[in-house]
């Protein structure tokens, strides 16, 4: 045992406390990612865009819960209001998904990931949850705001906030949607460059060009066409699955027969992003 | 102890180019310098030790592991430190380090502790809390070498360590390179394409060219034997040179020095001696040891 009080030079120390397994390693790499996506533990510069888009949609989610407390009318379901939002969980994908995996491009830091235990596939689950779990607290906070509203004001009792949980689940579900479509479709895109503003422009122009074409099809003479249209457009493929799933009215869409279509489309969007991108980070992981 | 051992490592890539060709070598713990000009495949044997590329033949095995089949267990206990530019500039260099710290598996504290540890002994724990954006060339590679120090490897693979810095700032990282090796008890692979860079600080080396084995062995026993006096008069070089020749030694020149092979402990004497029978002004008379560089010009031109 050493003296109190004196000041050793202790030199350097080697390290034989435990190491961790890769699940830990991917565990710190998402919780790192999510931290990154609201710019936690970044400069103050990051943290405006991903705090001013959830200001946003926290503003309107107090002024939906206001007015359904206060007059009683629904301006918004919890569905609707993921539809509604979809600019700007649009613009937060473009802002966070180049932060999470440009930046590493650019860098040039991938190397020292993939000189660790970790994996290509690790670190694509990890950024992938990562991002698609900031996007599904941009959305399921709010609509959490607006469930709180709704069941303080009730007037029925335990049986109106059961009836409200209810609706809030599948909102929750429907926004979890939204995160892994939105999510698998903005990193892919971001993993093609280094630079944060062409992939940021390329995410916002992948899901805003293709909303013409929906609207092109949907006003083709063909009914068949005009069910289909939806598919065309991540946005209104996700609204089409509701539609499907919920029956809900008001889309704009008109499915037919066609709803499993759209959920097997959503299926295999979502995994052959993931697959792309899988396939993206093994090449760069081996160079 | 022998922690690389290759036996006829081939690789060739896609394209028919072959970057390392039957490289058989058997590296002992210390500080190895690994030296050959830009593309003799340095960078290859790297990236193959660390599993990071697969080798088209013969086999390799860092601390009698696999890299191929045991990844995991190699990269664990190594670091690595990469050639090019691999640091964002946005973040501080304690937070980055320690997130490369987790990323080894350290736990969170301990990641921390040791990225605050490996800092310091780089030379920049004054400065860990800055943006590494703004840090000088010569401290973005300390940054790096942290880094690849952080899990507390067995073994360092540094891949042109000094690239890009100022003759002062190579020295520093010379120094603390030699000091990780010998200090800390942690084997270091120095590449490097500046053979009299390494020579300074490695105890063996291994010298390749368009990936074929040109030579591997301690430097100790590369400059054995072959120590010369250099001797440096004002004027009268010329008078010296025949003096020396005629007393039966093989001098030879170089610049204003005349070099002559030590044979024996009597050497020193007999050339003091015709300095003053010549009646000379003696600059400088010191024992020099072979450049590992005149080894290998004679040994290549042996070779063609």
Same mark, same amino acid.
């Given at each position: 045992?050493?003296?109190?009080?004196?000041?050793?030079?202790?030199?350097?120390?080697?390290?034989?406390? $435990?190491?961790?397994?890769?699940?830990?390693?991917? &565990?710190?790499?998402?919780?790192?990612?999510?931290?990154?996506?609201?710019g936690l533990g970044r400069s103050a510069k990051a943290k405006i865009f991903p705090w001013l888009v959830f200001g946003i949609m926290l503003l309107v989610a107090v002024i939906v819960a206001a007015v359904r407390s206060t007059i009683g009318e629904v301006i918004f379901t919890y569905s609707q209001f993921a539809d509604q939002m979809s600019f700007l969980i649009i613009f937060f994908v473009a802002i966070v998904a180049p932060q999470l995996v440009s930046r590493d491009l650019r860098s040039g830091t991938l190397p020292l990931y993939f000189s660790r235990p970790?994996?290509?596939?690790?670190?694509?689950?990890?950024?992938?949850a990562a991002l698609a779990s900031a996007i599904w607290l941009l959305l399921g906070v709010p609509q959490f705001i607006m469930f709180l509203g709704a069941a303080f004001t009730t007037k029925t009792g335990f049986k109106g906030v059961w009836n409200e949980v209810l609706d809030l689940v599948p909102g929750w579900g429907y926004s979890l949607l939204w995160a892994l479509m939105f999510a698998g479709i903005g990193l892919l895109i971001a993993s093609l460059t280094g630079k944060q503003a062409f992939a940021a422009g390329g995410i916002v122009a992948v899901f805003l060009m293709t909303a013409p074409i929906v609207g092109v099809l949907a006003s083709l003479p063909s009914t068949t066409a005009n069910s289909l249209a939806?598919?065309?457009? $991540?946005?209104?493929?996700?609204?089409?699955?509701?539609?499907?799933?919920?029956?809900?009215?008001?889309?704009?869409?008109?499915?037919?027969?066609?709803?499993?279509?759209?959920?097997?489309?959503?299926?295999?969007?979502? @995994?052959?992003?993931?697959?792309?991108l899988l396939a993206r980070y093994r090449k760069v992981a081996s160079l | 102890m022998t922690i690389i051992v290759t036996d006829g490592l081939t690789k060739t890539y896609g394209g028919g180019v072959t970057a390392l060709a039957d490289l058989t070598v058997a590296v002992d713990a210390g500080v190895i310098g690994l030296v050959?000009?830009?593309?003799?495949?340095?960078?290859?044997?790297?990236?193959i030790m660390l599993g990071l590329v697969p080798p088209s033949g013969g086999t390799v095995r860092v601390f009698d592991l696999d890299p191929v089949t045991q990844t995991d267990q190699v990269r664990a206990r190594v670091g690595y430190m990469p050639e090019n530019d691999c640091l964002p500039p946005d973040v501080s260099a304690a937070e980055f380090v320690t997130h490369l710290g987790r990323m080894s598996g350290l736990p969170k504290t301990a990641a921390r502790e040791r990225a605050s540890e490996a800092l310091r002994h780089v030379g920049l724990y004054e400065e860990r809390y800055r943006q590494i954006g703004g840090y000088s060339t010569g401290m973005k590679q300390r940054v790096k070498l942290a880094q690849a120090l952080v899990h507390d $490897?067995?073994?360092?693979?540094?891949?042109? $360590?000094?690239?890009?810095?100022?003759p002062a700032g190579r020295?520093?990282?010379?120094?603390?390179? &030699?000091?990780?090796?010998?200090?800390?008890?942690?084997?270091?692979?120095?590449?490097?394409?500046?053979?009299?860079?390494?020579?300074?600080?490695?105890?063996?080396?291994?010298?390749?060219?368009?990936?074929?084995?040109?030579?591997?062995?301690?430097i100790s026993?590369?400059? @054995?034997?072959?120590?010369?006096?250099?001797?440096?008069? @004002?004027?009268?070089?010329?008078?010296l040179a025949a003096a020396l020749a005629e007393m039966g030694m093989e001098v030879s020149r170089d610049g204003r020095m005349l070099l002559v092979p030590m044979e024996s402990e009597t050497a020193y004497d007999r050339i003091l001696r015709a300095v003053t029978d010549l009646d000379l002004n003696l600059h400088r008379l010191d &024992?020099?040891?072979?450049?590992? @560089?005149?080894?290998?010009?004679?040994?290549?031109?042996?070779?063609?």
């Open positions: 045992m050493s003296e109190a009080g004196v000041i050793h030079d202790i030199g350097y120390q080697r390290y034989d406390g $435990p190491r961790l397994g890769r699940f830990a390693m991917q &565990q710190a790499l998402y919780v790192h990612g999510l931290r990154a996506a609201y970790l994996r290509a596939a690790d670190y694509v689950a990890a950024k992938y939806g598919l065309a457009s $991540p946005m209104t493929l996700i609204a089409g699955i509701n539609q499907w799933v919920s029956g809900a009215e008001g889309t704009g869409l008109d499915l037919g027969r066609f709803g499993p279509v759209y959920a097997i489309e959503a299926f295999c969007l979502i @995994a052959s992003c993931l697959l792309l | 050959g000009a830009n593309g003799a495949g340095k960078s290859t044997f790297i990236k $490897p067995d073994l360092l693979l540094l891949d042109e $360590p000094t690239n890009g810095l100022d020295d520093a990282m010379l120094a603390l390179v &030699q000091r990780i090796g010998t200090e800390f008890g942690i084997s270091v692979v120095v590449c490097s394409h500046l053979l009299g860079e390494v020579e300074r600080i490695c105890d063996s080396l291994i010298a390749i060219e368009g990936g074929r084995l040109l030579r591997a062995d301690r026993s590369m400059t @054995a034997a072959s120590d010369v006096l250099a001797v440096e008069v @004002a004027d009268g070089t010329d008078e &024992q020099r040891r072979h450049r590992v @560089a005149e080894l290998f010009t004679t040994k290549e031109t042996a070779d063609v």
